[in-house]
């Protein structure tokens, strides 16, 4: 098990492991899930092959695109977790998460295509469908992925980490170390500062799995009854509308964090405000996200009064999302402030 705090507290050392506080039981959780999909995946294969039937193929291959997308989120978890002290990584692996989840939604977007692609395909050219087939494989299909999207659920919103904060006057001298065990619960972004994309984007897959099957389901039950052949290639066109949607929000959110952009802006207007509040003056702020729960700052503050970095650092202290925060301070009449 990593241990953050041990690498915060020691004399001189300042730690950067900014991974979720739930980061390992997350990592187990996706393992699971890809045995439960992969396991699904070889008997639809398998049995598609005995049995010569083309639709459990067809949805075995399905089913691997979202174990290949669900091995990815896996092996960011390994790959975060197995680097965490790794020096070469300057904010530690906290975003690698971040990154998987960006090539996730891609996938997803790609999936979204696909579907409506084949979707336009059979809503101009009618296909025979082998409903006694197609609805039992879609039932289970809806129950593998329900039961897969229950499992990674149950990785619950830790709101507990072990942060850091580490300061530098003008002179580039350090402070000392702090240990933060809950978040600033007064920021309106709060969930977006502490949100874990990596098992968002997981989840994602295996929802946009379960609403795909349940509007197949649909579609060819009201085919069968009333002869509506259009209904099953519409369902696809609906369900492909629902991944594309959701494939934006996760590149949108995780594209925001890889490019560094403030993850609450409330919460830097607040930093701000704390410290004007004294009668200084911030001349430059920078917050970005550097793990789920983990935002870094720096705070550039322009003073006529005779304060060090510690002063700020402790005016700041109850925020506790900042798990890394440099402080510069100037005198007023200063320009080198930036």
Do not use: Q
């Not at 045995?35 to 995946?41: H, I, K, Q, V, Y």
């Not at 395909?121 to 897969?148: C, D, M, Q, T, Y």
């Not at 580039?172 to 098992?199: C, P, Q, T, Y």
């Amino acid at each position: 098990m990593i241990d953050a705090t041990a690498a915060a507290t020691a004399p001189g050392v300042h730690g950067h492991v900014f991974l979720a506080a739930d980061h390992e039981a997350n990592e187990r959780r996706t393992w699971a899930v890809i045995a439960l999909c992969g396991a699904m995946m070889c008997a639809e294969i398998v049995g598609g092959l005995l049995f010569g039937s083309i639709a459990l193929v067809a949805d075995g291959l399905h089913m691997s695109t979202h174990a290949g997308a669900l091995l990815l989120a896996a092996l960011a978890y390994r790959y975060a977790r197995n680097h965490a002290n790794d020096p070469r990584f300057s904010f530690g692996t906290g975003k690698m998460g971040d990154l998987a989840g960006f090539s996730s939604a891609i996938i997803l977007a790609m999936i979204a295509l696909l579907i409506g692609y084949e979707s336009l395909l059979r809503l101009l050219r009618p296909v025979l469908i082998h409903f006694s087939e197609a609805i039992p494989i879609a039932v289970l299909g809806l129950a593998v992925n329900v039961g897969s999207a229950w499992i990674l659920s149950r990785g619950g919103h830790a709101h507990h980490h072990h942060g850091h904060g580490h300061d530098h006057d003008d002179d580039h001298d350090h402070g000392h170390d702090h240990h933060e065990h809950d978040h600033d619960h007064g920021s309106e972004h709060a969930s977006v500062a502490h949100r874990d994309n990596n098992l968002r984007a997981a989840i994602i897959h295996v929802a946009a799995d379960a609403a795909v099957s349940m509007l197949v389901i649909v579609g060819l039950v009201l085919a069968r009854m009333f002869g509506w052949l259009w209904m099953d290639p519409l369902a696809g066109l609906i369900g492909a509308a629902v991944i594309a949607t959701w494939s934006y929000g996760l590149i949108r959110d995780t594209g925001a964090i890889l490019l560094d952009m403030t993850p609450d802006p409330h919460l830097a207007e607040r930093l701000r405000a704390t410290v004007e509040s004294e009668g200084d003056r911030v001349t430059d702020l920078h917050l970005w996200r550097v793990g789920p729960g983990h935002v870094a700052a720096i705070l550039c503050v322009a003073t006529e009064e005779t304060r060090d970095a510690a002063f700020y650092r402790s005016m700041l202290d109850h925020f506790r999302v900042l798990s890394h925060l440099t402080v510069e301070v100037a005198p007023a009449n200063s320009h080198g402030t930036e």
